[in-house]
């Protein structure tokens, strides 16, 4: 398994923007495909973003399209979540995943928090 660690989050106003950030260890992380879910209080966690070991395939839900844009740098472990535009229901928890097998993820990170007021 590979260590994930978030950071980044905080607290934004409505139309603002973070830059959510996830370092991974070890050395095969290039190989793997990297996500971002999210939970918001009372909700099951849900898909955000994913990008494939050479960022050439990306995936977003409809809810964030053309407003977050996830990236990765394979020399420095990390992967980015640039979120632009936020609204109020962006608030949640956000995770970072990797390492996905069908629909199941081998590691997750624990989580940091985004607030949007309005």
């Known amino acids: 398994q590979v260590q994930l660690v978030e950071s980044g989050g905080g607290l934004v106003q409505a139309g603002g923007s973070l830059r959510l950030s996830c370092g991974a260890s070890g050395r095969t992380f290039s190989t793997y495909v990297m996500g971002w879910f999210r939970q918001a209080p009372g909700k099951e966690r849900e898909f955000v973003a994913d990008?494939?070991?050479?960022?050439?395939?990306?995936h977003y839900s409809d809810s964030v399209k053309g407003r977050f844009t996830i990236s990765r740098d394979n020399a420095k472990n990390t992967v980015y979540l640039q979120m632009n535009s936020l609204k109020p229901e962006d608030t949640a928890v956000y995770y970072c995943?990797?390492?996905?097998?069908?629909?199941?993820?081998?590691?997750w990170g624990q989580g940091t928090q985004v607030t949007v007021s309005s």
């Open positions: 995943a990797a390492d996905r097998t069908g629909n199941s993820w081998s590691s």
């Open positions: 990008i494939s070991w050479s960022g050439g395939n990306i």
